[in-house]
């Protein structure tokens, strides 16, 4: 079966004090045998996302070891930002990449929300597959009423109860802490200022209100441009292209367009053939004929 890999894709809510961001990542790679691929950092947003991989075990204590550098550095009575957060470490979700079953991933989702709760006292909530409850599967329905309606509701609500920790929130709010399939953070950004119409649009594209299965969609004004903010949680069965030319048709309902995309993250190659497979019409196009694969195969 050979190493197992996991890749791990928190997001913490700081972007405007990039010290921050470089201390949280500096705790996250001082864990031998991880791997940090890449960090995104969006400053209306407030928010950064790094990823990083490795074995299971590197991962869920480079995991722990930012969540407990962002509880020091970030408090969440101060923050603000566009984006819904309930915590300085928002959501930390694991990905099985190789050799790993998602099973497998559950249960080190679980024993790492045990550990943040056990040790720095932060109320941890599960969700996708490592959910304990229906309703907490989707990430939006935890952050609901976001920070500072959790620190009202934690502690008299019992559907607001956390599956670990403390039922009171403290300067570094909650966490939510989960195992899912591979995700694609992606955003597309609208020629115009009208926040209104990227809300529509959102409406149109995501699974809530009637739109694509595997989209989770809200619209956001940004540097003073409309965006439609995006996570496609599976893109073989919802692929990136559909989603683009339905944005685009909804767009010119309204007299706009797409002025341009961009990625929150790391995409799979797979999703980006499939999308030059359909705009190039390329019937015969496979991983393997991309030059680079051919020339970086690893000899077995």
Not at 5 to 21: L, Y
Not at 270 to 278: F, H, Q, V
Request: aromatic letters at 6%; charged letters at 25%.
């Amino acid at each position: 079966m050979g190493k197992q890999i996991v890749e791990c894709v928190p997001n913490f809510s700081e972007a405007r004090r990039p010290e921050v961001v470089s201390q949280i990542v500096d705790a996250i790679r001082s864990v031998a045998g991880v791997r940090v691929l890449d960090v995104e950092s969006d400053d209306d947003h407030n928010r950064s996302v790094l990823t990083f991989v490795g074995e299971p075990q590197a991962v869920s204590q480079a995991a722990y070891q930012g969540i407990a550098t962002a509880a020091k550095l970030i408090d969440m009575d101060q923050h603000q930002g566009a984006h819904p957060r309930i915590g300085a470490t928002d959501v930390v979700p694991f990905v099985p990449i190789h050799g790993i079953t998602m099973q497998e991933t559950v249960a080190l989702a679980r024993s790492l929300g045990q550990k943040v709760a056990d040790k720095l006292h932060i109320p941890v909530y599960l969700y996708e597959e490592a959910a304990t409850r229906p309703e907490r599967r989707n990430l939006e329905n935890i952050r609901r009423g976001e920070y500072e309606g959790l620190k009202e509701s934690i502690a008299t609500d019992p559907k607001r109860e956390p599956d670990f920790g403390p039922r009171s929130l403290g300067k570094a709010g909650a966490t939510v802490i989960g195992a899912r399939s591979p995700l694609i953070a992606f955003n597309v950004y609208l020629n115009t200022d009208n926040v209104s119409i990227a809300k529509r649009i959102a409406r149109a594209v995501r699974h809530s209100s009637g739109g694509f299965r595997f989209v989770k969609a809200m619209g956001v004004l940004v540097e003073g441009q409309a965006q439609v903010s995006m996570n496609l949680t599976n893109f073989r069965k919802t692929p990136v292209y559909r989603v683009v030319e339905t944005i685009r048709r909804e767009a010119a309902r309204y007299g706009v367009t797409i002025a341009h995309s961009e990625l929150v993250g790391l995409i799979p190659q797979d999703a980006i053939l499939a999308a030059a497979k359909w705009y190039m019409q390329v019937d015969n196009l496979t991983s393997e004929l991309v030059l680079e694969n051919q020339l970086y195969v690893e000899e077995e």
